[in-house]
């Protein structure tokens, strides 16, 4: 696959079949994702692999956790959002809302289906040691960049999944994780949906005029 028309093509997966994904694949789709470059080689990552009734298992945890706390998705802001980021998720719901199921509310569809992976066959839990600061989360971010690509090339679809750090005690205890770790971010892995309405929605990206500063 041609890396650029990859990284145009990519979207995230919001419905999978329920086809495993193999082993091999996912661990050759890790082996090129952890080819991502970090800070003076310190590859401060670790991944869990989480499938078959272990993956069920912990999305009816999250699922229970996620009702019981009221807990939902929202951007992370410190502050009342500028009305340009505003704009920007007005734009997600109106590329996703007439893709939902019919009487389906879009918070709830986002927050069951984050808990859930969507249904994906595979969830990655990805993990940071809690002795390195903040900055190491850069090398966490581009990691799963590559990751989404490389799940891509291979003909896998995937969705990050921002909420699951709510339960960074939930996940460690339902998967063993040592205590000194930290829940990062989780990914939702397997074979897209083809005929899922919803995996025809592609948010549009703001045009670079928008994000860029030039000094020269």
Not at 56 to 67: H, Y
Not at 135 to 149: E, H, K, M, N, W
Request: hydrophobic content about 40%; overall charge neutral.
């Amino acid at each position: 696959m041609d890396l650029l028309k990859g990284i145009e093509e990519r979207r995230s997966t919001r419905a999978f079949l329920e086809r495993p994904v193999e082993r091999e694949k996912i661990e050759t789709l890790i082996n090129y994702a952890t080819q991502a470059p970090s800070a003076i080689n310190l590859q401060p990552w670790e991944l869990i692999v989480v499938s078959g009734e272990e993956k069920r298992r912990l999305s009816r945890i999250l699922v229970k956790r996620m009702k019981e706390r009221n807990i939902s998705c929202g951007p992370g802001a410190k502050s009342p959002l500028p009305e340009y980021f505003v704009e920007r998720q007005r734009g997600l719901l109106d590329t996703i809302l007439p893709n939902l199921p019919e009487q389906t509310p879009f918070q709830d569809f986002i927050n069951e289906g984050s808990c859930n992976f969507y249904g994906a066959p595979t969830a990655i839990i990805i993990t940071l040691d809690q002795v390195f600061s903040s900055a190491r989360l850069t090398d966490i971010g581009v990691l799963v960049g590559y990751f989404v690509l490389a799940a891509h090339a291979l003909e896998l679809g995937t969705c990050p999944i921002g909420l699951i750090t709510a339960f960074d005690d939930d996940i460690k205890e339902a998967l063993s994780i040592r205590d000194e770790k930290q829940v990062v971010i989780g990914v939702a892995v397997g074979y897209r949906d083809p005929h899922s309405p919803i995996n025809r929605s592609r948010s549009e990206r703001v045009p670079i005029g928008d994000v860029v500063k030039w000094r020269e």
